[in-house]
């Protein structure tokens, strides 16, 4: 079993669609929770972090933790073209005995 | 640089040659790590390095492939006797820990063809 484990889809919704994308792990010491948004031909970039438990939001896109059941989420409103990209969850524990942990990406298009 | 550097960017090499990717991590960042890209697929984990400690190999897919840097420098990741299924990106990203939100940098990538 990985420890991240990310749908890769693709997951294809019209314009205006509410997005939700999602990761499970299983490594219950993990705190930090990313994600990264990956266009076409480009290296990943940092789209947003949570740490712990709850939510974050930041425009458009909302990213939620549940540790009790190992599950975040990224919720993207108003979904627009311009969001077309993969999206990749990553997760890390907070000493230096941990490396980040991505998972595989979800790949998203939205549809004008 | 401003930020990781990969070269070459695109690489088109012989099936059984073999070939040296590089990377240069953003000045002080002491982790980094080497990922492959399929085209449409998304990122497997390869190698990471963290400082002087020994490198994490678990994601090696064969021991053709090999990985070196030095000290929180340059790396280089080395594939022998290519193989058309080695046909990929090969992205590297550094940051400045390995742990809690660390902002991972990633690089261009390199776009390895296997003919």
């Known amino acids: 079993q990985k420890e991240v484990e990310q749908d890769p889809g693709p997951l294809s919704v019209p314009e205006g669609a509410i997005v939700s994308l999602n990761c499970t792990y299983s490594?219950?010491?993990?705190?930090?929770f990313m994600w990264y948004r990956q266009y076409s031909r480009k290296g990943p970039e940092l789209l947003m972090y949570t740490y712990s438990s709850g939510n974050k939001e930041d425009g458009r896109f909302t990213a939620q933790v549940d540790k009790s059941s190992k599950y975040i989420s990224l919720f993207i409103r108003d979904s627009q073209p311009s969001d077309s990209a993969t999206y990749l969850c990553a997760m890390s524990g907070d000493t230096g005995g941990f490396k980040t942990i991505f998972g595989a990406g979800t790949r998203l298009f939205v549809k004008a | 640089g401003a930020g990781v550097s990969q070269s070459p960017s695109n690489k088109v090499t012989e099936k059984g040659k073999d070939v040296e990717l590089r990377c240069d991590p953003i000045s002080g960042h002491t982790a980094l790590y080497w990922y492959r890209q399929r085209l449409g697929q998304g990122l497997e984990f390869l190698i990471y390095?963290?400082?002087?400690?020994?490198?994490?190999k678990s994601g090696l897919p064969s021991d053709r492939f090999s990985a070196e840097r030095t000290g929180e420098s340059v790396s280089t990741l080395t594939i022998q006797r290519t193989q058309q299924e080695d046909s990929a990106v090969y992205l590297c990203a550094s940051s400045l820990v390995s742990w809690g939100a660390a902002e991972a940098f990633f690089g261009q990538g390199t776009r390895l063809t296997v003919v």
């Open positions: 390095f963290q400082g002087n400690s020994a490198p994490d």
């Open positions: 490594n219950s010491a993990f705190q930090y």
